[in-house]
């Protein structure tokens, strides 16, 4: 079977840095994608990785190791505003999304 | 740009009853996307459509059906509707959904309980 896994629950204090891991399982990769999404609302695009290595963007940083079946974002300088659930899901050999249940991300003063 | 509409926004629905929930795109995107989106679960792809004129079963078809009349809208119709179909709807799209990278958006979507 296909499997994301990500760890439920995060907690990190506001101005640190955190890092959201993600393992996987899947029939065949076609790239991996990171999304954002705050409480109620849709999700929104983070970043993609399909080659091995790391790609920044910013605050936001993602990792992938395709041999290992695992990629991590990495957010820094967090803010208040990055309190939200981070999705990973792996596009599959039929191009289709695999996602992880998430990662509820907890940002203290 | 509107980018990905849905409707309604919430809705209470009778078991046994069925419903339309109503998806359109303004970026003139290949590929739409149904999923339900359950506490403590991934989203999982309902059904999805490549092109217009194409449909394809996901993950967790069953009680659902779509079609693709055109490129915009891509409405979801349960027949029959069962209290396991409480959750949330989520569309999205993307540019291609048989080729290289192609970031998927999502609307704001549909939040149903079915009594």
């Known amino acids: 079977g296909q499997n994301i896994d990500q760890p439920t629950e995060m907690t990190a204090t506001e101005g640190a840095i955190v890092q959201i891991n993600c393992t996987y399982q899947?029939?065949?990769?076609?790239?991996l994608f990171w999304y954002q999404q705050h409480a109620g609302e849709a999700p929104t695009f983070l970043s993609y990785?399909?080659l091995d290595g790391l790609e920044e963007k910013g605050r936001f940083s993602s990792f992938l190791s395709r041999s290992k079946g695992y990629s991590y974002l990495l957010l820094k300088e967090l803010q208040m505003k990055d309190s939200a659930s981070y999705l990973c899901?792996?596009?599959?050999?039929?191009?289709?999304?695999?996602w992880g249940a998430g990662t509820k991300l907890i940002i203290k003063p | 740009t509107a980018g990905i509409t849905q409707a309604p926004t919430s809705q209470i629905l009778a078991a046994g009853r069925s419903m339309t929930l109503r998806c359109t795109q303004d970026m003139r995107h290949n590929a739409m996307y149904w999923y339900r989106q359950d506490l403590g679960l991934g989203l999982r792809l309902i059904h999805y459509s490549n092109t217009a004129g194409t449909t394809g079963k996901g993950e967790v078809p069953d009680g659902y059906s779509v079609s693709r009349a055109n490129t915009d809208d891509f409405p979801l119709t349960l027949a029959s509707a069962v209290p396991s179909q409480t959750s949330v709807y989520f569309c999205?799209?993307?540019?291609?959904?048989?080729?290289?990278?192609?970031?998927?958006?999502f609307g704001p979507g549909t939040r149903l309980t079915v009594l």
């Open positions: 899901a792996v596009r599959d050999s039929n191009y289709q999304l695999i």
């Open positions: 999205a799209s993307s540019a291609s959904g048989t080729s290289g990278y192609n970031e998927q958006f």
């Open positions: 990785n399909v």
């Open positions: 899947t029939s065949g990769f076609n790239g």
